[in-house]
């Protein structure tokens, strides 16, 4: 979990703030914290380090990481639903091996997961899809 999590983080904190500036463009609330194109994004990352740091204060580290977690886990789960929608579109082409075993077994572990999850602490799993749904 931990190292998932790390990897998950560092992605998260290079991407942040460039997702940030492309919102500011087509939301003027975030207009404010634009900072000018082809530099690096100072005002992005200090506008995600102050949500970050708002989210710790929050709440206690257990109910962090189990929110980062369930959201992290239904992304993933996303990302290899996408992997059969490129082995479709690839005329049923695939590099992984053994494919589809690893995927779909990923698959039922994460769906396992998450049910686990929705089923033992449901108030935590609702309030993390009612963050993923305010956000798309």
Same mark, same amino acid.
């Given at each position: 979990i931990s190292f998932g999590l790390i990897s998950s983080v *560092? *992605?998260?904190i290079m991407v942040s703030p460039r997702i940030l500036r492309k919102t500011s463009a087509i939301l003027p609330v975030f207009s404010r914290i634009k900072s000018e194109d082809g530099v690096i994004p100072k005002k992005e990352i200090w506008f995600t380090v102050g949500i970050a740091i708002a989210l710790i204060w929050s709440g206690s580290f257990e109910t962090i990481l189990l929110y980062m977690g369930i959201i992290i886990q239904f992304?993933? !789960? !996303?990302? &290899?639903i996408g992997v059969f929608i490129l082995y479709i @579109?690839?005329? @049923?082409?695939?590099? &992984? %091996?053994?494919? %589809?075993?690893?995927p779909i077994l990923y698959m039922a572990i994460a769906v396992f997961t998450l049910y686990s999850l929705a089923v033992s602490k449901t108030e935590e799993f609702l309030v993390s899809f009612a963050m993923t749904l305010l956000s798309f």
């Open positions: *560092s *992605s998260m992304f993933s !789960l !996303l990302c &290899i @579109r690839n005329n @049923r082409k695939s590099e &992984i %091996p053994f494919f %589809p075993i690893p």
